[in-house]
């Protein structure tokens, strides 16, 4: 058997999406900025998948531009944040990913902006009354917080956090990579300065992506050399990579509160089923709170067998991923186990679940595990 528990890496491309985008590289090849009827047409179509979009997060086409994925989205907010709104303070956690931590950490070492993080609870959630504490010593600042943790599933209240930023004039960027065509998104009544999003994260091809900028919110071009996204992003747009996006983020969003009750059963019965099989086995994050239901990790008790888990995992056709604490100078491990103190003698897996997951196949992997431990 063949075992796909790595969906929060990326995720199997729906057919549907992938026979739109067929069908358009073979008859629809204008270039969009182009004035004759191939690039008009071609401009129609990308110009359509931006009114989806709006029209699924309730904003305005005028606030969605096209991205390669939620990396660059993420530099764009935190970079023209700094560079044109004047921010000098930037709060967040230490468990973002590493496209806002490591841009964060640049422009700190440049002297350009001053950092403060969140202090975080054991299961990864983070303390809200710390949050405020540090929203009143800094006003005007720049809240950098994602909406669920990629690693371990924890998952911010992102209207609590939306509401505590208005009162102290802050600035919320919010990664919703893990989130988004997973939950639904009411921006009129949340307030966003940004959000970073990726298609290959709900069934869409991979090197796409949007920016959500609030119409409030205005910055200079990130991309310079073309006009392209309202002058925001130079460069040709990715058209078929767009069309795919919004018609697999369509689709997510038809089928949403289906896939979460079922996806979230396949968790909740996978973790039962390692309780049980397993003796010593624990769960990072939130796991019976507020937690991404496409993500469980596992943490394994001290064994031999340990740092070889992925390996055999693999060898028996399942694919998921994992990390674990730093156990020594030279063995960075998961920044994110390593900030909430996870022992480093205990092996942690994530097993991330999609649409296309069965029971059956979490039967499979919790047999394998347990072949392992026996």
């Known amino acids: 058997m063949k075992v796909y528990f790595d969906n929060a890496a990326t995720t199997p491309m729906d057919l549907e999406v ?18 004759h009827a191939p690039g008009r047409l071609v401009r129609t179509k990308i110009e359509d998948a931006r009114k989806k979009i709006a029209q699924l997060l309730n904003c305005a086409p005028g606030e969605i531009f096209f991205t390669s994925g939620g990396t660059e989205a993420d530099n764009m907010a935190i970079r023209k944040s ?9 709060i967040s956690t230490e468990i973002e ?25 054991a299961n990864g959630q983070i303390d809200m009354a710390h949050l405020e504490e540090l929203l009143k010593a800094n006003p005007n600042a720049l809240v950098c917080l994602m909406h669920a943790n990629n690693e371990i599933g924890s998952m911010i209240d992102i209207d609590q956090v939306a509401e505590l930023c208005k009162t102290y004039h802050a600035l919320f960027q919010c990664d919703t990579v893990q989130t988004m065509g997973h939950y639904a998104f009411d921006l009129s ?24 900028i609030n119409h409030e919110t205005k910055i200079s071009p990130y991309l310079t050399g073309g006009s392209q996204e309202r002058n925001m992003r130079g460069g040709t747009e990715n058209v078929y990579g767009i069309v795919g996006l919004a018609k697999a983020l369509e689709i997510s969003c038809t089928h949403l509160e289906a896939d979460k009750a079922r996806i979230d059963a396949l968790r909740k019965y996978m973790a039962e089923e390692l309780t049980k099989n397993i003796p010593g ?3 990072n994050g939130d796991l019976h709170g507020r937690s991404l239901y496409t993500v469980l ?29 730093c156990t020594s100078g030279t ?20 097993f991330s679940f999609g649409r296309q997951n069965t029971k059956e196949e979490v039967d499979y992997v919790v047999g394998k595990i347990k072949e392992m431990f026996s």
């Open 189 to 212: 009544k949340t307030r966003i300065s940004f959000l970073a999003a990726s298609a290959h994260k709900f069934n869409g091809p991979k090197g796409v992506g949007f920016i959500y």
């Open 297 to 325: 990790n596992a943490n394994f008790p001290p064994s031999p067998i340990n740092e070889m888990i992925l390996f055999k995992l693999d060898i028996a056709g399942i694919a998921a991923s994992g990390g674990s604490a």
């Open 82 to 90: 700094v560079s044109d709104l004047g921010v000098k303070h930037i």
């Open 18 to 35: 992938v026979d739109l985008m067929a069908n358009m590289m073979r008859e629809e090849y204008g270039n969009p900025s182009s004035i």
């Open 281 to 283: 086995v624990q769960f």
């Open 97 to 121: 990913h590493h496209a806002v931590s490591h841009t964060i950490e640049e422009l700190v070492a440049a002297g350009k902006v001053e950092s403060n993080m969140v202090k975080l609870h």
């Open 331 to 350: 063995n960075i491990g998961s920044h994110v186990l390593n900030a909430l103190k996870v022992d480093p003698n205990r092996a942690s897996v994530r």
